[in-house]
T-cell receptor, first 114, second 113 residues
Framework: QQPVQSPQAVILREGEDAVINCSSS?????VHWYRQKHGEAPVFLMI?????EQKGHDKISASFNEKKQQSSLYLTASQLSYSGTYFC???????????????FGQGTILTVHP | GAVVSQHPSWVICKSGTSVKIECRSL??????MFWYRQFPKQSLMLMAT?????????EQGVEKDKFLINHASLTLSTLTVTSAHPEDSSFYIC?????????FGQGTRLTVV
């Protein structure tokens, strides 16, 4: 079942912050976050494994609450280059051993204006 | 970081013909690769799991006789869209399992006219 992302779209001015949420109805092994520019393939941002860890680089970070089966992506002091569609991809606790069999959310369109 | 190369980047073909898309892991071996399809303004949907040396596993609703997958080596998986029709026009993306994470190819935009 597809994870649910919220919001569906967000518009920011440069320097503003945003949070994108990803919720699953299934127990999760990991959550992957990607950003996709129009006409291009998704670009990997980060992966979070079960255990409630947080990760981040530069001004983009994420958290994973295994118990709530939720992950959030935090974009701080947004830049124009952050514009794109953000997808979360989830791996369930189905006993799989491969990385990359993901079920993607519907995407969140982020637009950053000057 | 690891690199996955997908070829071609775009292809236009006539209805009824077949198209082959290649997915190569350039600097690592991938026992497992995945093929996704993305229609305009939609999310990525997993089509099939490609396993080196064995048959691919297809997701529900994906015709295995139409979308032929071959994973003959640890660095190459191919997806052949047979007897393509305009409704097959889409963005096809592969990913490869690098052991600790997956890496995506750059995608192939297929247009069937």
């Amino acid at each position: 079942q597809q994870p649910v992302q919220s919001p569906q779209a967000v518009i920011l001015r440069e320097g503003e912050d945003a949070v994108i949420n990803c919720s699953s109805s299934k127990a999760l092994y990991s959550v992957h976050w990607y950003r996709q520019k129009h006409g291009e393939a998704p670009v990997f941002l980060m992966i979070l494994l079960k255990g409630g860890e947080q990760k981040g680089h530069d001004k983009i970070s994420a958290s994973f609450n295994e118990k709530k089966q939720q992950s959030s992506l935090y974009l701080t002091a947004s830049q124009l280059s952050y514009s794109g569609t953000y997808f979360c991809g989830t791996e369930t606790n189905a006993g799989g051993t491969s990385y990359g069999k993901l079920t993607f959310g519907q995407g969140t369109i982020l637009t950053v204006h000057p | 970081g690891a690199v996955v190369s997908q070829h071609p980047s775009w292809v236009i073909c006539k209805s009824g013909t077949s198209v082959k898309i290649e997915c190569r892991s350039l600097d690592f071996q991938a026992t497992t690769m995945f093929w996704y399809r993305q229609f305009p303004k939609q999310s990525l949907m997993l089509m099939a799991t490609s396993n080196e040396g064995s048959k691919a596993t297809y997701e529900q609703g994906v015709e295995k006789d139409k979308f032929l997958i071959n994973h003959a080596s640890l660095t190459l998986s191919t997806l052949t869209v047979t007897s393509a029709h305009p409704e097959d026009s889409s963005f096809y993306i592969c990913s490869a399992d690098a052991g600790t994470e997956a890496f995506f190819g750059q995608g192939t935009r297929l247009t069937v006219v």
